[in-house]
Structures are given as structure tokens and as C-alpha cells.
């Protein structure tokens, strides 16, 4: 492969999405020899390469405008998340937080049960159980979709928690996390009171 192809390849394969070195190791080789190029290429459309060697994963992040500069149109949409799917994904970080603290495995492997176990605390008591697990399976394919769980091959309910969603739901936010899971609470008992009502 070309140098200039070798860019293409990986620019173009970073604006889909994620890019991981699990996934295709080949690309991630790529992307690892050339990211000073990426970066400088990418600059130009106000992104910056965000890539983490250690955990294996690259994407792409808007630029903060910088100030008295018109804002240029956003090539990386954001995406406006509902609460249940705030939750799962708050669940899961905490949940791969104390993984790392207490295994030396590389991959934290989740069952769709462990999942919907995790969330059914936070959903109304209802006798319709069938109806809340096709809630939070329909809310587990959207976090599928997103990158930040992978279905593991010849399985529909095992699935891997994704390094990165240690980028999207930081240190920060997840030591702020018992203040976002009682706000979480408290939602979730206003709706299952709205529903009585």
C-alpha cells in the first residue's frame, strides 16, 4: 500500500468511526506508523486524532472553537443520549472500572443478563417483565451500535465492554458517579409514580 493510500485508508476508516487494533490489526499498524500525518490532515477539518496505544483504540474528536473564530460546521455529529442509555453506559464504565481493579484479564466479557440484572434496579416494578427486557435489549444493540460493546462471534448474548468508553465517560465523570446514579434514582421513581398516576 501507498503512503498516500495508507492515509486515505485510515482517515476515511477513522470518519466511519472507531478504529481498533483488535478488530483490524492491520489498519491499527497503519495508523500507528502514520499518525503524525493523520493528525496534520485531519487538523485542517478542526479534528484532532485521539488515540490511545495502551487500551488499542483511535477516533475522531471536534476541535473546541477557538474564541473570535467562526465555528466551523461539525463533521462529528453528537449524539443526544437518552437517560436509559446515559445509565447502561455509566453502569458499564463502572463496571469495567472494577474489573481492571481486580482482574488481569484484558477483556471484560458480559452476558446480556448481567446487563439487564444491571439495569432492572433502575426500571419500574412492573409484572411485564418481558416488555423491560426489550427495552434494555433494544438499548444494549444501540450501545453495539455506538462501539462500545462487540458482540462476540457466534453468540447473541455475550458481549465485550470496549476499552474506549473509558474516553467517553471519564475519570471525572465516574467519580461523580454515586451523585449521577442517585439523580438516576430519582428519575427513575418519578416515572414509575407518573405511571401509576
Known sequence: MTDANALSVAVVSLMKGIVDRESDPVLWQSLIGIQARVRDYVACLGLDLMLDEAEGYAYLRQRAGEEGAPDL???????????????????????????????????????????????????????????????????????????????????????????????????????????????????SLSEQAAAVE
Do not use: C
Not at 464504565?93 to 432492572?120: Q, Y
Not at 462476540?152 to 467519580?175: M, N, P, S, Y
Open 73 to 187: 460546521p461539525r463533521l462529528v455529529p453528537r449524539r443526544q443520549l437518552g437517560y436509559q442509555i446515559s445509565l447502561m453506559l455509566a453502569l458499564l464504565r463502572k463496571k469495567l472500572a472494577e474489573f481492571d481493579a481486580t482482574s488481569s484479564e484484558p477483556r471484560l466479557i458480559l452476558g446480556r443478563n448481567d446487563i439487564v440484572e444491571m439495569m432492572r434496579l433502575f426500571f419500574p416494578d412492573t409484572s411485564n417483565q418481558v416488555r423491560i427486557n426489550d427495552r434494555i435489549g433494544a438499548n444494549i444493540n444501540h450501545i453495539v451500535d455506538m462501539g462500545f460493546l462487540r458482540r462476540l462471534r457466534g453468540t447473541d448474548d455475550k458481549f465485550e465492554v470496549r476499552r474506549i468508553l473509558k474516553a467517553f465517560v471519564d475519570a471525572q465523570w465516574l467519580a461523580d458517579f454515586d451523585r449521577n446514579l442517585a439523580a438516576y434514582r430519582s428519575h
